[in-house]
């Protein structure tokens, strides 16, 4: 079973950026295509990106342009890099496969607000 350790996030400005990263352990992370999800209170968790294990990648609608995601195989960790982060951005972010998940991390919460 694969452990996955979100962290990057913070609380920011309107406009502000940060970065996230999603730490797994295990040999297989490679053979996977991962996404970042987020859950806002009262809100079921969404998919925003993801990226297959070549690197090709898609976005949900309400990111695209500011939201870019990344992989490192080699140190088994995927980002998120989040730029023009606005209010709605607001959300606990977690990273995990598609569609068979394994374990939740933990998740790292993001809040946007002046």
């Known amino acids: 079973q694969v452990q996955l350790v979100e962290s990057g996030g913070g609380l920011v400005q309107p406009g502000g950026s940060l970065r996230l990263s999603c730490a797994a352990s295990?040999?297989?992370?490679?053979?996977?295509?991962m996404g970042w999800y987020r859950q806002a209170p009262g809100k079921q968790r969404e998919l925003v990106a993801h990226?297959?294990?070549?690197?090709?990648?898609n976005y949900a609608d309400s990111v695209k342009g500011r939201f870019t995601i990344s992989r490192d195989n080699a140190k088994k960790t995927v980002y998120l890099q989040m730029n023009s982060l606005k209010p709605e951005d607001t959300a606990v972010y977690y990273c995990?496969?598609?569609?068979?998940?394994?374990?939740w991390g933990q998740g790292t919460q993001v809040t946007v607000s002046s």
């Open positions: 990226i297959t294990n070549v690197g090709n990648t």
């Open positions: 295990g040999s297989i992370f490679s053979l996977y295509a």
């Open positions: 995990n496969k598609l569609l068979v998940f394994w374990d």
